[in-house]
């Protein structure tokens, strides 16, 4: 039901969906949409459109599960980043976040929030191809689509959100009726709204695939994926995601296939990092036993022939070995000699690191994460993990003091490593600096109440003067900005 929807209802209808949908026990919680003035305007202003995609993003973090392996969200972040600086609104603030699930899918949501499904990454083939997907969609936040089309159709929002909302409760007890119900509610006033959001769709692809040649990637990333979609659709049992709710024609492919042709010709740089995230993915997915991911890197690695799609199997083969058969000797075996073969590559330091804490050799761990430091300053992944070993033997104030700098330092800090910061603060017996790093941490993710309550705790604590008075400067300002919404 929810895909039929989506594709019915359009950017803002869909958003709602996707945040209250998930979970049955979510369906009669109310979503909470800011005062969005009155109609009329080329767009919804941007503050607002932030508020609303906060407002939704908590509810897909409570009921969507969202991946928390740092090497992977690092990777999805600095890919996302990348065309996001080629884009027409650079500095929007995008955020990207990768969901766990093995549909082929991915979606923008209002404030520049970017999801991409686990299935997804692991069905592309190149770093172009998925960043083809991201350009895509990064293109319908910075050209406004969703905005745009909230405008356009304010005076039917209400009633559009209130038929779905209605719709996914009758759903949930009778799927049927629950689809009968919003294809009535909402086919008048979606009809209007299909033909700009077919335009939107084109004119994503047109911008994206520019901006996937800005940023030298192969602007062929996108039409090429987008064909093999199309080919692995018509033999599938079920249609992918991503298909229907970004509909495929054959005047679409082939205008994206055109201009990809005009702009073929410049230098084509990829990180190497995908086939690595791919790998990874493939064994993380696996870890429940019903699949060998050994196994199954080893056939990849008979497969493949191009040098860096096997050196991401061969990854893959050693983390499968060392957390399927904890042969720890032998997966670092082959990581020192892919290390030997191919250099200091980014995600084989962090392999071998991983490799050696989950042997307990915690020492070799932190002198590989020094070399990593040293080869890529300010990587968050290489900081994250390097914290984590320290705090797992026991010197927490020096992991506080490295995540403390990386606080300082980052303009766009990840929830994940303040609450790790969090973590160490506490730990190390800063209690005032650990309530600020949690209130931060539950600030990012959305949820203000928590992060106020956290302020409350730093503030009730007297023996730091300093702290208090950064969390009452806090609290007033997000209490303040939270009473205006």
């Known amino acids: 039901m929810p895909a039929i929807l989506c594709r019915a209802a359009g950017s803002l209808a869909c958003a709602i969906l996707i945040a209250l949908a998930a979970q049955p026990s979510a369906l009669a919680e109310q979503i909470r949409l800011p005062d969005l003035g009155p109609p009329g305007g080329d767009t919804l202003p941007i503050h607002k459109e932030r508020e609303l995609g906060s407002e939704i993003m908590r509810k897909v973090r409570s009921h969507m599960k969202l991946h928390n392996d740092v090497e992977i969200n690092q990777y999805i972040h600095d890919?996302?980043?990348?065309?996001a600086a080629h884009s027409n609104a650079?500095?929007?603030?995008?955020?990207?976040?990768?969901?766990?699930?093995?549909?082929?899918?991915?979606?923008?949501?209002?404030?520049?929030?970017?999801?991409?499904?686990?299935?997804?990454?692991?069905?592309t083939e190149s770093e172009?191809?998925?960043?083809?997907?991201?350009?895509?969609?990064?293109?319908?936040?910075?050209?406004?689509?969703?905005?745009?089309?909230?405008?356009?159709?304010?005076?039917?929002?209400?009633?559009?959100?209130?038929?779905?909302?209605?719709?996914?409760?009758?759903?949930?007890?009778?799927?049927?009726?629950?689809?009968?119900?919003?294809?009535?509610?909402?086919?008048?006033?979606?009809?209007?709204?299909?033909?700009?959001?077919?335009?939107?769709?084109?004119?994503?692809?047109?911008?994206?695939?520019?901006?996937?040649?800005?940023?030298?990637?192969d602007p062929h990333g996108m039409p090429v994926f987008f064909e093999r979609l199309a080919e692995f659709s018509r033999h599938a049992e079920e249609v992918p995601e991503y298909l229907r709710t970004h509909p495929l024609t054959e005047a679409r492919m082939s205008e994206a296939r055109s201009i990809a042709e005009r702009l073929e010709g410049g230098d084509v740089f990829e990180s190497g990092h995908h086939s690595f995230i791919r790998a990874r993915l493939e064994v993380l997915a696996n870890l429940d036993g019903r699949i060998s991911a050994t196994a199954r890197m080893a056939d990849r690695l008979h497969e493949v022939h191009d040098p860096s799609a096997r050196a991401g199997a061969l990854y893959g083969l050693a983390l499968a070995i060392a957390y399927e058969r904890r042969?720890?000797?032998?997966?670092?075996?082959?990581l020192n000699n892919l290390q030997q073969i191919d250099g200091e590559r980014l995600y084989v330091l962090l392999g071998r690191a991983e490799i050696h804490?989950?042997?307990?050799?915690?020492?070799?761990?932190?002198?590989?994460?020094?070399?990593?430091?040293?080869?890529?300053?300010?990587?968050?992944?290489?900081?994250?993990?390097?914290?984590?070993?320290?705090?797992?033997?026991?010197?927490?104030?020096?992991?506080?003091?490295?995540?403390?700098?990386?606080?300082?330092?980052?303009?766009?800090?990840?929830?994940?490593?303040?609450?790790?910061?969090?973590?160490?603060?506490?730990?190390?017996?800063?209690q005032a600096e650990s309530h600020i790093a949690y209130a931060r941490y539950h600030h990012l993710r959305g949820d203000i109440n928590m992060a106020l309550a956290q302020l409350e705790n730093a503030i009730r604590l007297d023996d730091d003067r300093y702290h208090q008075a950064r969390a009452s400067a806090l609290y007033e300002q997000w209490q303040e900005r939270h009473s205006a919404r």
């Open 79 to 83: 890919l996302g980043q990348r065309l």
């Open 90 to 123: 650079p500095d929007f603030g995008y955020q990207f976040f990768v969901v766990e699930d093995e549909q082929i899918n991915a979606f923008a949501l209002p404030g520049g929030h970017i999801g991409v499904h686990s299935g997804l990454i692991r069905k």
């Open 128 to 217: 172009s191809e998925l960043a083809g997907v991201l350009a895509h969609e990064i293109a319908h936040v910075s050209e406004r689509h969703i905005a745009r089309q909230f405008a356009q159709s304010q005076r039917l929002n209400l009633q559009t959100a209130a038929s779905i909302l209605a719709a996914i409760i009758i759903g949930a007890h009778n799927p049927q009726a629950g689809t009968a119900a919003a294809m009535a509610g909402i086919a008048a006033p979606i009809q209007q709204q299909l033909g700009h959001s077919r335009q939107h769709e084109r004119e994503a692809d047109r911008i994206g695939i520019r901006n996937l040649a800005a940023a030298n990637l």
């Open 327 to 334: 042969d720890y000797e032998q997966a670092l075996a082959l």
């Open 357 to 430: 804490r989950k042997a307990d050799q915690h020492q070799e761990a932190l002198a590989i994460y020094q070399d990593a430091s040293s080869l890529y300053p300010g990587n968050r992944a290489v900081i994250f993990r390097h914290a984590e070993t320290l705090l797992a033997i026991d010197q927490a104030e020096q992991a506080r003091r490295m995540l403390s700098r990386a606080a300082r330092q980052s303009h766009n800090i990840t929830a994940d490593l303040m609450r790790l910061y969090a973590e160490a603060a506490h730990e190390s017996g800063n």
